[in-house]
């Protein structure tokens, strides 16, 4: 029997992994930062799929509570079999903002937290020669629209070059780049969403289905649906300026208020 450890599996892309590896069969670590919050999504997960579900509180934005999660990642005593680096969350402040401390935060809970959970599980997995790594990416990585572009670029760069790494370990590597997915992510980043067409939406459900399909494939990049699928060959091939003035149009309708 397997085991995944998600982060952020309390709410959108998260719960929907944590819900679709239960139904599957697989046991559950679910880690993030509020304990009413996640001993719920245990209790519900436990009775509707009954598998054991533990969960870790911890704030990946701290790196002390991160190491505490990659400890738990390196066990070999209840060894992790999956990983989904899920945790994170909308950054809609100015690249030239005098305070700079939600950007720290946001490369801490996004980059840092993902790099040091995805060595603990490579390094754990390969030994073991099996496992899956998911990093949850964005579309947004392949346009330009502020530091959650350039972060969410790291995130699938840097699981690409995971990939090539642990290319003959029997690791599974993949980045999965969703588009605009109904979650908790807007509200709580205060982005506007009333400009974005009803077309561009992905069920949360539906996205990580199509991904653990590719996760079967070997994929390394997993672009669900075949829209965004088009949209991001579009983005990857016209000129960057282009691309910029797009991105610009794109952040200037995701305005809130
Ligand atoms: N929704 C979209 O349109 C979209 C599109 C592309 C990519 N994504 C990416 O998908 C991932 C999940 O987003 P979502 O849309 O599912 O958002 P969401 O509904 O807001 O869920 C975010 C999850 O992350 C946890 N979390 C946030 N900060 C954390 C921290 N510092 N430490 C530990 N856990 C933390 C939250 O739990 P607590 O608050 O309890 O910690 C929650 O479980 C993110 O990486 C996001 O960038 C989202």
Known sequence: MATALITGGTSGIGAAFARALAARGDDLVLVARKP?????????IQERYAVAVEVVIADLGDRADTIRV?????STERPIDVLVNNAGFGVHTKITAAD??????????????VLILSAAAGRTMSERGAGTIINVSS????????????IKAWVTSFTEGLAVELA???????????GWVRTEFHERANIGVSKIPDALWLDADE???????????????????ARYKLLMF??????????????????????SG
């Not at 009413?36 to 999504?41: F, G, M």
């Open 36 to 44: 009413d919050r996640l001993a719920q999504t245990a209790a519900e």
């Open 70 to 74: 990659a400890e738990r990642l390196t």
């Open 100 to 113: 700079t401390t939600p950007h720290e935060h946001a490369m801490d809970v996004m980059c840092r937290a």
């Open 139 to 150: 579309t947004a990585g392949f346009v330009t629209m502020g530091n959650y572009s350039a």
């Open 168 to 178: 003959s370990s029997g690791v599974t590597v993949t980045a999965l780049c969703p």
């Open 207 to 225: 996205l990580v289905a199509a991904c653990l399909d590719d996760v079967a494939r070997r994929k390394v990049i997993s672009i669900p649906s």
């Open 234 to 255: 579009v983005a990857r091939h016209v000129p960057r300026a282009t691309l910029r003035a797009a991105s610009a149009k794109l952040s200037s309708g995701r305005r």
